[in-house]
Nanobody, 132 residues
Framework: QVQLVESGGGLVQPGGSLRLSCAAS????????YGWFRQVPGKEREGVVC????????HYTDPVNGRFSFSRDNTKNTLYLQMNNLEPEDTAVYYC?????????????????????????WGKGTLVNVSS
């Protein structure tokens, strides 16, 4: 059974930084597509960064490009999201997700519109609150 567990969320002041983690079990992330998404109550889930590790492409969405960065530790089968220069508009529940199908569509497809529906397995999310 594939499981994803996010951690690292919390309260941070505007301009601050946080690093989120997503530990995976039941699947080896290498070769799959996966990503970070976020959701504000009353709004649809949106992509933050999506990666297709089979094809090697990464897509950051415009609101976070240049401020957030993704990384992966293969030895720990864990994904990370480094978030810098946080803004109040970044406040949301952040989720990691994986597409169990291989190779999957391009990374940009997952992060566009309702592309998140391609993802098969989701973590329960971690809350990021950017406030002074």
């Amino acid at each position: 059974q594939v499981q994803l567990v996010e951690s690292g969320g919390g309260l941070v002041q505007p301009g601050g930084s946080l690093r989120l983690s997503c530990a995976a079990s039941g699947i080896t992330l290498d070769g799959h597509a996966y990503g970070w998404f976020r959701q504000v109550p009353g709004k649809e889930r949106e992509g933050v960064v999506c990666i297709n590790s089979k094809t090697g492409d990464t897509h950051y969405t415009d609101p976070v490009n240049g401020r957030f960065s993704f990384s992966r530790d293969n030895t720990k089968n864990t994904l990370y999201l480094q978030m810098n220069n946080l803004e109040p508009e970044d406040t949301a529940v952040y989720y990691c997700a994986v597409d169990e199908a291989i190779p999957g569509p391009p990374a940009s497809r997952y992060c566009s519109g309702r592309g998140f529906t391609y993802m098969d397995t989701w973590g329960k999310g971690t809350l990021v609150n950017v406030s002074s």
